[in-house]
């Protein structure tokens, strides 16, 4: 069990630009989660993937945000367009097969992303 | 819709003393889950503690333990003998079925030596 790998660390990109992010969960999980975190706040929900099928989107998700994760292992998170406002951390997080709710998210380090 | 409330934005505690920190939820899911996160500095969260609604009995973890009261729709986590590296922010969520986990915005717990 090597954990949820989340790359890179750190970004720091102009507004404007195109960013995306990679998240490996832990081997054995199908369930993938994306969360965004500011300053001073809980984490917030973006989306979540069970195996390959995207089955939840908050409506924080602008249409600049999308995810993917095609064979149902990593996933990627894009941003397009990147603004000011999402300066923040991404949190990826996976949970195992089994019953939920009782399933607890293991996350990774997060990549802290910085709009200039 | 599942609500996760904390009222305290930041606690004091003295090392070696028991510190409760305070959480309510709300949800009309009559089967969830509520769990506890720490989140020190460095900003890995940390998995601390999991109640289920129908488990009878508080939870226990080492030095954490969840005070689970159904009827007020509360779930506060208790943490005894603090150490020095309790300092953190301290999350609460939870989780209805196959959903989501919603978080609250945290407590900051600082330990005094």
């Known amino acids: 069990d090597t954990g949820v790998s989340q790359d890179p660390r750190h970004k720091i990109t102009k507004r404007g630009q195109n960013v995306t992010f990679r998240c490996d969960p832990i081997s054995e999980h199908n369930r993938l989660y994306w969360y965004r975190q500011t300053l001073g706040q809980g984490p917030e929900f973006l989306t979540y993937?069970?195996?390959?099928?995207?089955?939840?989107k908050s409506r924080l998700l602008s249409d600049r945000f999308s995810a993917e994760r095609p064979k149902g292992s990593f996933s990627t998170l894009e941003i397009q367009r990147t603004e000011q406002g999402d300066s923040a951390m991404y949190l990826c997080?996976?949970?195992?097969?089994?019953?939920?709710?009782?399933?607890?998210?293991?996350f990774g380090n997060g990549t802290r992303l910085t709009v200039t | 819709a599942q609500k996760i409330t904390q009222t305290q934005p930041g606690m004091f505690v003295q090392e070696k003393e028991a510190v409760t920190l305070d959480c309510t939820y709300d949800t009309s899911d009559q089967s969830y889950g509520l769990f506890w996160y720490k989140q020190p500095s460095s900003g890995e969260m940390i998995f601390l503690i999991y109640q289920g609604s129908y488990d009878e009995q508080n939870a226990t973890e080492g030095r954490y333990s969840l005070n689970f009261q159904k009827a007020r729709k509360s779930a506060n986590l208790v943490i005894s003998a603090s150490q020095l590296g309790d300092s953190a922010m301290y999350f609460c969520a939870m989780r209805g079925g196959y959903q989501k986990v919603t978080f609250g915005i945290g407590t900051k717990l600082q330990v005094i030596p």
């Open positions: 997080a996976s949970s195992p097969p089994g019953v939920a709710p009782h399933s607890p998210l293991h």
């Open positions: 993937f069970q195996n390959e099928a995207q089955l939840e």
